[in-house]
């Protein structure tokens, strides 16, 4: 019992190290997720006990994969894209960790807090780099601002959660609320058009929904949208970006639709299981590029071009073909799906419900994946995982009166 108990408690306190470095350090995150499957195996061996796996799941992300081994079978370059899958075998673990390793308040409250943290050092880096090394876009420890907003976007229903909690300390409460505004004012600032729109539905999808905070909310709402609009306003830079929101001749605008019209093009001529993992850059940059395209591979501008379609539903089509679009849908309508009803059935029962936070972040990531690809990004996907897996069992953590789940 000894050595389990120390077991476990070494387990939660590589997640803790995960989830904080997971916004800051995709090396850092590598080593703890590297850590928690080495110490998940030997003690498997050791003593011959295997956490506990949600079988409705396990069989989900092993169908998924078995379509995806399959694609990656008949890709154009059939070992690069087994190294894909591979890698996004690995992106999973994090789901799993959450939902086996977190059994307690005490747990939950650890996790959180180190996230709370996690979340503001990223925001005090993005901040750095807007007001003080003056970039157009801030993107904190991210690739591109483009992350960065999506990796916001999961942060911001997490942080309110936090201060629904009776468990957890006022102080972090109160620092959540802090990290809140600060991350919504980063999202403005990481200037992700697609991210603005998303979380702008996702808050409307929130109030229509939760009957608890519906007053609130639009009060709230209200004057968020009209600070978030004097921002921009203020800033003729926002300003300009704004307006591109509806400028049918705005260059990244044109060059997505001519990205979007080649990807048809890639479907039609491999319907059934798309060209591989990974192998958009290579096909569409040398075979499908339109020849009105402006964003196109230059060596001496050191231009690679570009890696995705800047949509979820094309690039899981283009490399997938049908049986790519088929596990995409397959896997996460059943997530879409079990967060509502976890939600329907929480409803009532906590202040806010845990299965709805998991379904606004889900909701937002996809409806920013309909103008950039970030449901693919390892960072992301693994925050993302680990927030899924998390919120999967935290209702039952939190109605449990501080018991270990068993």
Known sequence: MKFKMTYEEFIYRLLIILIFAVNISTAATSLAVGLITAAIIFHGIKCKKWPQVDRQIGYLIAAYFALQIIIAAFSLNPLYSFREVVGEIHRCFPLFFAMAFIKSQRHLRGILTAFLFS???????????????????AYAFSHTPTFYASFLLMQIPVLIFITTLKFM???????SVFVTLFSILMLILSVTRGAWLSFLIVALTFIALDNNWRKKSIKYFAGGLAISLAIIIISPTLQARAVTLWNPTFRSNTERILMWQSSIEIIKDYPIHGIGQKMFQKVYNNEYISPKAKE??????????HTHPHNNLFNVTTEGGILGLVAFVMLHGYFFRRLYLL??????????????????????LQLEGLTDTNMNQVPIMREYWFLIGMLLIAGKIVNNSGKELI
């Open 296 to 305: 196109r591979p230059n060596k001496k501008k050191n231009r690679e071009g």
């Open 169 to 175: 300390p006022k102080w972090s409460k109160k620092l």
């Open 343 to 364: 939600y329907k059935n929480e409803r009532g029962k906590m202040l806010l419900s845990s299965g709805l936070v998991g379904f606004l972040i889900l909701l937002a």
């Open 119 to 137: 979340v503001l050092v990223n925001n005090l880096c993005g901040a750095y780099q807007y007001f003080f090394l003056h970039l157009n876009r």
